[in-house]
């Protein structure tokens, strides 16, 4: 190889400080000019420190000369290593002619607490407000002392809702917007903190909001979750000497509230200014009260999903519609020319006590279209006197228009930008082709994934769109892997989702019915065996209970559709599993799967299709299952085709599936030479349609879908134009070797 390797990873990310396995895994990139050159061997080192990986003194680890072609998940396997070691790594690569490259640049990882390891405790205040009511955000610090500069610290936070963090003032660089479904592990996150500590005095604090713990979320009502939140957190100063400082959550904390009397991400925050604290996060800078210890009984499990971030900052449109309301209030309306998935942030001139109000709508691409208002507000208090800002900072909305009202003489905007939030996740791909529209359309699924993944991997940007939705998860993973990096967000909600593989609890035929894809995809686009050694057990589990539901009786004519596409999710989730089975080596599963796939198979013939090859149900969506699933045979098939061909030409090649089931239906026309239909389908631009939004002049795919649930899923067409368009499929061939991208057809 000519140039040494590049982008070096662990467990999917740069250089992690929170890596919660003894054996993670490596990746790097090749880089060498020269079209088609092949690695052919590659050789690792790691240390203790960077000095001595780069002196070539591998303390931890050299694999010598290792002949393989992979460059994806290769599994450290040198000394043993335990909570808080640092290794440093790099990594060269040998060519077609065992030439081998320069040494790569040095890339690092830490190893994180993992329960039990975690020595601090929960902390809360003692406000809990009720199901239907807010009280003020706590403000939880706890000073210390340092006798010197630490050579390196790490703080690791798990929360119960969400909190903002300083340490001696300075805010971490962290957008928490809480977990979802902490039932398998409260996400831990965490920081290098070193360049914040100081000699002498210190104070580590934190501002918390709800969350979907205890906050509303999806339309629901508070604390669903806990009543109220809670913070652990656990800071390791290393202060030299081989000497270590851990300051911990405990009973040493203090409580106060804070000026933020409603931090609710789905609601809207509403804040009182002239209850800041000025200093509170700085030592000394307030006093309060003994905090609470609750024990939520949750284990705390690493993040390693990317962090979400600003990714750019608006300035509206042009200058504002000003109006003024019947009962005499001033309304400022902005329109920034684009949707947002974010917060405002607006400097206001009031006077004190004076209140004003944010509120957020999407409008329709037409201007003359009414603008769509949210119920979820933000509301300020001013202080009064100089210009101050106002920036939400649980909150998040999703937006095109704002609108400012105040009243009062003084009342009025100084400055106003709209913050854009993303996922944080590298992109991966760009199209190029010669359609305008099927360019813009990949442009804006890529931009729709990397905005609507900021709440996690299945939930949408709109309020009522955030809530785990499995069914929806293969779809959305299908244009993320084509777009973005995005092993490890969904890897981490995948084994979440399916919980602890060792318990005896089976996850719901749904839950099940969206995950197993995500599975298979995970491990053909990533190379993530070791997710399918974990979750295997669950899925075993899961189809062992549902054989014993899958029984002889007679059809429910009232509900034979449900039993229809029941039948076929079932059939496709045993075909996967005989799938991963046959990964694992476990033959003995492939072949018992395989048995059970054929009796499902010759029942589902018997059971709904005709003598003329039809189904008994006329559903487009089932005729997609069967033909995806092999369900049908000879001239079945081909019928199969024909129906939905002629369903397809009746409706205008609008396809009468969800959206979540467009890329199948897509996939199947292809896959069975039917691609004219395929293209179709894909190209109509009216109503409901994918390139709709994009016609409209959207640059989300949402933007022109107001009321269609799911539209998230919407972006899994760009795994579609990947594959189908560039050309860029996996290979059939299930052989490790192959597997990944290392061939491609």
């Known amino acids: 190889m000519r140039e040494a390797p ?18 993670p895994r490596l990746s790097w990139w090749l880089n060498d000019p020269r079209p088609a050159e092949l690695q052919t061997a590659y050789q690792i080192q790691a240390a203790s420190s960077a000095t001595a990986l780069q002196a070539g003194s591998a303390d931890l680890w050299d694999t010598g000369h290792v002949s393989s072609s992979r460059t994806v998940n290769v599994e450290y396997q040198g000394r043993p290593l335990a909570v808080g070691d640092r290794v440093w790594w790099r990594v060269r690569c040998y060519d077609s002619d065992g030439t081998p490259s320069p040494w790569s640049e040095a890339a690092r990882f830490e190893l994180g607490p993992a329960e039990p390891d975690w020595r601090a405790r929960w902390v809360a205040a003692p406000l809990e407000g009720s199901p239907v009511t807010a009280v003020p955000a706590p403000l939880l610090f706890r000073d210390f002392e340092l006798p010197a500069a630490p050579r390196a610290a790490r703080l690791h936070l798990a929360v119960l809702g969400a909190a903002r963090v300083a340490v001696n003032g300075q805010a971490l660089a962290w957008e928490p917007f809480g977990a979802g479904d902490v039932s398998a592990g409260v996400p831990a996150r965490t920081f290098d903190v070193t360049g914040l500590l100081r000699p002498g005095a210190n104070r580590l604090a934190a501002l918390l909001g709800d969350g979907v713990w205890c906050g509303h979320a999806a339309g629901g009502p508070r604390q669903r979750g806990g009543r109220r939140p809670m913070l652990c957190a656990e800071l390791v100063i290393d202060i030299g000497a081989q000497q270590s400082l851990v300051i911990c959550t405990d009973d040493g904390w203090q409580w106060r509230p804070g000026w933020i009397l409603q931090a609710d991400r789905d609601r809207g925050e509403i804040v009182d200014g002239r ?14 009260y003994a905090v609470d210890l609750p024990e939520p009984g949750l284990t705390r499990r690493a993040d390693p999903t990317p962090d979400v971030r600003v990714m750019a900052c608006h300035p509206a449109a042009g200058p504002p519609d000003r109006r003024r309301s019947p009962e005499g209030r001033t309304r400022l309306r902005y329109d920034f020319g684009r949707s947002i998935i974010g917060r405002l942030r607006v400097t206001v001139r009031l006077a004190a006590g004076e209140t004003v ?55 009025d905007v100084v400055h106003l930008d709209a913050l854009d939030l993303g996922c944080g996740a590298d992109a991966t791909a ?40 499995p069914a929806h998860a293969p779809a959305i993973l299908a244009g993320a892997a084509a777009t973005h990096d995005a092993a490890a967000a969904f890897g981490y909600w995948v084994e979440a989702l399916l919980g602890d593989a060792g318990g005896d609890a089976a996850p719901s035929d749904a839950t099940l019915d969206g995950c197993l894809p995500c599975l298979w995809l995970l491990y053909r686009c990533y190379d993530d065996r070791r997710l399918l050694e974990r979750t295997y057990p669950v899925v075993q589990r899961h189809l062992d209970a549902r054989a014993g539901r899958w029984t002889g009786s007679a ?12 039948a076929a999710r079932y059939a496709f989730a045993l075909s996967l599993a005989a799938r991963m089975a046959g990964v694992l ?36 969506l089932g005729y997609v299952l069967a033909l995806e699933t092999g369900l049908l045979e000879g001239d079945e ?105 290392r061939r491609v057809r």
């Open 357 to 411: 109000c944010v509120r957020y709508g999407m409008a329709g691409l037409d201007q003359d279209e009414a603008v769509l208002w949210s119920d979820a507000e933000d509301h300020y208090t001013g202080r009064g006197g100089e210009p101050e800002l106002f920036e939400p900072l649980f909150a998040l909305h999703a937006f095109r228009v704002v609108e400012v009202i105040g009243d009062g003489a003084s009342f």
């Open 275 to 288: 209850q800041y604290l000025p200093g509170w996060s700085e030592p000394g800078g307030c006093s309060g």
């Open 637 to 741: 098939v081909s019928a199969a085709l024909g129906r939905i061909e002629t369903q397809l030409r009746r409706d205008g090649f609008h396809p009468a599936v969800a959206v979540r089931d467009l890329g199948l239906l897509l996939e199947v026309l292809t896959l069975s030479g039917r691609v004219d239909l395929a293209y179709q389908a894909l190209l109509q631009t009216t109503p409901p349609s994918w390139l709709h939004a994009v016609t409209s002049g959207a640059d989300l795919l949402w933007d022109a879908a107001d009321g269609i649930p799911g539209r998230l899923s919407a972006a899994g067409m760009a795994g579609w134009l990947q594959r189908f368009l560039l050309g860029i499929e996996l290979d059939d061939n299930l052989t490790p070797e192959l597997n990944a991208y």
């Open 6 to 23: 590049i982008r070096l990873r662990c467990e999917y990310r740069d250089d992690p400080l929170n890596v919660d396995t003894t054996r």
């Open 430 to 469: 760009a199209l190029r082709c010669d359609h305008r529209l099927l360019e813009e359309g990949f442009r804006a699924a890529a931009r729709t994934l990397d905005q609507g993944l900021v709440l996690g991997p299945v939930q949408g940007p709109a309020t009522r769109d955030r809530r785990v939705q």
């Open 555 to 566: 059809v429910d004519d009232e509900a034979i559709l449900d039993r229809l596409l029941g």
């Open 585 to 620: 080596g476990r033959l003995a599963d492939l072949e018992a799967y395989l048995a059970r796939l054929d009796r499902v198979r010759a029942a589902f013939r018997r059971r709904f299709v005709t003598a003329e090859g039809l189904l008994a149900e006329d559903a487009q």
